[in-house]
């Protein structure tokens, strides 16, 4: 008699785990250093280039882990210019503490991370949210085509009501508002990438869909009136979803609604609420994880090396709790 075998989930096999905390530590500070190094200088295999007028021949201050350039004398080292430019975490730390982030796939709260690396909240929180500007760097300037679908999901805004009945207020009233509710606004190309954007309105989305998807791409989007805008500028295909989630032959908003709900199990189940001020944030983190989502942790934590090395010193955090 024949039986039948599920496929394995690929976040639970072997292939999924190729870096793990134990072999970071096992390897020490000096593999972890030269890991950073090789991969901000990975077109000179590792060989320092100056940050600052871009010249190839630099001296090396081996006990300071620094470097001089023979033509502008500017001393540099591997982290200067980036994100993580004057940090005072070890090598080792931090490159643990970008495999734990990575592992979260569902995101990390700034108190785990503390705890996990025993450093205080405010350096967990200053670092997770450099992270996160690094994921949000690598989509930055993208435009989409082909099959793109677009929805938006309210975050924030809630009342907590009163115990007794009698002094509970209608929430859904403009007055009773806290002015926190915000919305994210997704556009996921279907075998792409994910843009995220925050706004007061969905319908601001049409605008956002107009200036980034190419005017051949093919939109999908649920029954929402404000989308109707879309099929005057895109081959556009509805699903009405008080009917069905898919009419089958691809007539679905799956995809982004994928991404949804990542962000709203990051949001309720791991940070338990988000301020408008950092929603972008943990929106850019969630498409990251979910566009990287079959892909090994060992590569994921490269990438995100590899994309706060590019990216410049951070305006938002540099020096963040000194205002």
Sequence with gaps: METMTMAQHFLLSAKARTLSIRAIYKAGEEK?????????????????????????????????????????????????????????MGFTDLLAAIALFVNAVKGMSALQMSRDLDCQYKTAFVLCHKLREAMANETAGFTLDGEVEIDGAYFGGSIKPQNRKEDRIDRRLKEHQT???????????????????????????????????????????????????????????????????????????????????????????????????????????????????????????????GNAMLSPVSRSWCGYWQK
């Design 179 to 305: 002015g926190t509710r915000r919305v994210v606004i997704g556009l996921r190309q279907r075998a792409g990438r994910t843009l995220t954007f925050v706004r007061n309105f969905e319908h601001e989305g049409v605008q956002i869909a107009r200036d980034l998807v190419a005017s051949a791409s093919t939109v999908f989007a649920d029954e929402a009136t404000h989308w109707d805008v879309l099929e005057a500028f895109f081959p556009t295909e509805r699903i009405n979803h008080s009917e069905a989630y898919s009419e089958g032959h691809g007539k679905h908003t799956n995809w982004v609604e994928s991404f949804f709900s990542r962000l709203r199990r990051m949001v309720a189940g791991q940070h338990h609420g988000v301020s408008p001020k950092y929603l972008a944030a943990y929106a850019s983190n969630a498409a990251w994880c979910e566009d990287h989502r079959r892909r090994d942790n060992g590569c994921n934590a490269v990438a995100l090396v």
């Design 32 to 88: 972890a250093y030269e890991q950073f190094r090789s991969i901000r200088w990975a077109s000179t295999n590792g060989q320092a280039v100056c940050p600052r007028c871009g010249c190839v021949d630099t001296y090396e201050i081996t006990t300071r882990r620094r470097f001089k350039c023979a033509a502008c004398h500017h001393q540099f080292s591997v982290t200067s210019g980036t994100i993580f430019h004057s940090r005072k």
